[in-house]
């Protein structure tokens, strides 16, 4: 088992919550001018595409230091806080001069594991940096089913999406939304997610989280950027995808059923089941290859090796995601096959196995880990837009790269909850006006017939008359 399957979760039971908002962080033009004192915050970033990745935060006073799962897909500063669960360390609320109970309980339930807690704050600084010390909410976690796990290298999560998805409600203020509020940083932050080194079970630092800013040293060339569509989590719109030189041919709205979301929570790379169906087909660079890889490889349940040496490129083809830029242009990800097949430890003579690092998905587009490690990533909140940025830190032929002429409005990919629930509705309307129509016909017939019968032709027998009016 590689998939992390209990960080997708935490975004799989978000997905009830459509009744996004949209924020209006509390912060005044006045206060800005005031406040100059802005920093950029540079994290070092730990752990690996298969666990996850982290970033060593300072809670509490005096400071206990815990790793926290980056996650743009969920909103909740959240950490274990109990001796009973299956981690390393833990939060000891009761050792934090600075901690405040609220009391509130909160609970989180996935398809396959759940966590609930009780809500507090908490003062929050990352370690070796300029002091933005904030409070914060932080959920402490009680008691847990399959969120963490004894290898894990992690204690608890950084929910970097909006407060719209925060748990229990939207009225707890995520991290760095309390952040922007202080003044201490910018309303921007980007991550740069390294590559997975290709050799095996090297675990390290790998890459950096920048709280307010842009880091130059961490990408080359420009920024592309596309809109984000609905903030609450990181939701843009996909407009094209391409594998090899195969297009997709459907409309482009199926791309984004129910939706397109950036999560680096996320391990893998998540797809509709129609175009995940579509893309197992047009993979195989070979027809030998094609016929090697079974269901099991497609349910990433099994490796393919291939001769050690070999390139994964030689037998699999790149896959290009597409986003609107301008009305007249689009960004491009070239995501080549290093990126979504991640080398697996199996050991088989003379060969290298991989895993496949994408999956068929219910709850629409997931860009996880395995696709942001090919670039740098700019969630820049301030002007609602993601860009993309060729990576210094990819050791892979990933790219950003800019299209002209895009033909279609990126409106048009959008997946419309109202649109698809109106239109099913008056389907029903139709379906069910015709039914009485139909039903209609025999009865009004036998009606006629009864009248004519009973009233007209047979009016002194009442035996029949009077059982249909019993019933
Ligand atoms: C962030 O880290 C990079 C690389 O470690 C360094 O070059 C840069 O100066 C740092 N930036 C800030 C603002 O600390
Ligand atoms: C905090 O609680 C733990 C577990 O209940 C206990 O072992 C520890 O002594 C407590 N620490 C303080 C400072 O009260
Ligand atoms: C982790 O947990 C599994 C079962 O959940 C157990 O088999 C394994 O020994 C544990 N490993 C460690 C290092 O505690
Ligand atoms: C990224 O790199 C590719 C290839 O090296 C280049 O063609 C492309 O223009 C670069 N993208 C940007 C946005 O600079
Ligand atoms: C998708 O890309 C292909 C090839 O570049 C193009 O022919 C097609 O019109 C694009 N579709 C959309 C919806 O942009
Ligand atoms: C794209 O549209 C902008 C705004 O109308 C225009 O300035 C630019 O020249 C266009 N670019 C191309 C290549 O058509």
Known sequence: MIYHFCILNFMIQLINLIEASVIVLPLHQEERYLNQVKTVVNASIGGNFDDGYYVLVNIGSPPQKLALLIDTGSSNLAVAASSALPVKRYFHMNESESFHLTGKSVKIKYVQ????GTLGSDLISIPNSPSITTRCNVACILSSEDVFSNVSNWQGLLGLAYSAVAKPDSS???YFDALVADGKVENIFSIALCDKPQIQNVKQSQGKLVLGGIENSLYTGDILYTRIHKEWFYEVILTNITVGSKKW??????????KTIIDTGTSALYLPEKVFTWVKQSLHKTDELKNQLNERFWKGQEDVCIQKGRSVSEYFHQIEMVFGETFNSSVSLVIPPELFLWKTPQIVPDNDCYKLGIASSKVGTIIGAVIL?????I????NKRIGFANSTCTHTTAAVIRTMNMPKDPK??????EEESGSSLLVIAYILSTLCILCAIPLLVMLT????????KKRGDTSEASSLIDD
């Open 113 to 116: 594991g759940q966590w609930s």
């Open 172 to 174: 707890v203020t995520p």
């Open 249 to 258: 041919e459907g409309h482009c709205s199926e791309l984004n059923n129910d």
């Open 373 to 377: 490690e090919g670039f740098y990533v």
């Open 379 to 382: 969630y820049d909140r301030e």
């Open 412 to 417: 048009d990919c959008a997946h419309s909850y």
């Open 449 to 456: 017939q009864w009248i004519w019968h009973h009233l007209i």
